[in-house]
């Protein structure tokens, strides 16, 4: 942060879209192993606590900003995912933290109201990134029987896009906006995630 405020001066918005993704079953019968403890831990750690870390410095830059014509100081925008809402096997820690940071949003978006920051997140379907890398050919082929239209991977400038949109439109505060071609996720199977090799977990 303050990096960013000695280059540009002020932050006017953060836009929070790091996060990891490991696979892995919540318990394998075949190996008679149960998801770590360790490895959920990360994965909350990343996506859900590092979000709202940024979230809450941000906030803190954001509020010392002259107000514009509408009283706005900032725009917080969040990723949160379609695994918040229909998570497929193995995603059970991917899921929670994404969850969390889909229901952040309108109580975030309440507490930063008095400070005219805006709180916005988008949930995204699957989109052509090295964390889409995670996954085997066989489950890529599946996601794209599942998607209705257009049947292909995201891309990142329409990530950028819906970004540059938020902020171009006051109104959007406080909600979840789905980016994912009509995707639903279906519940996978068994073969998907025990195919998924060790040294990609």
């Not at 303050?2 to 490991?22: E, P, R, Y």
Request: hydrophobic share 40%.
């Amino acid at each position: 942060m303050d990096q960013i405020i000695t280059h540009w001066g002020q932050l006017d918005i953060a836009v929070n879209c790091a996060g990891v993704f490991a696979p892995r079953a919540m318990y394998n019968d075949r190996t008679k192993e149960t998801l770590s403890l360790e490895s959920f831990q990360k994965t909350i750690d990343v996506n859900l606590n590092g979000t709202f870390n940024v979230c809450r410095l941000a906030a803190k830059e954001m509020a010392k900003n002259m107000p514009g014509p509408s009283g706005e100081r900032g725009i917080i925008i969040t990723t949160a995912s379609i695994a918040a809402t229909d998570g497929a096997m193995g995603s059970v820690g991917y899921g929670g933290a994404k969850g969390g940071v889909a229901s952040m949003t309108l109580p975030m978006a309440r507490d930063l109201a008095v400070c005219g920051i805006r709180v916005v997140a988008i949930s995204p379907g699957v989109f052509n990134t090295p964390m889409a890398d995670v996954l085997p050919k066989k489950a890529h082929l599946r996601t794209m029987e599942d998607i209705v239209f257009p049947q292909r991977l995201g891309q990142p400038d329409e990530f950028a896009h819906v970004v540059q949109l938020i902020a171009e439109n006051q109104m959007l505060n406080a909600c979840i906006i789905r980016l994912d071609a009509g995707l639903r996720n279906q519940a996978g199977n068994r073969k998907t995630v025990k195919e998924i090799p060790n040294n990609k977990l």
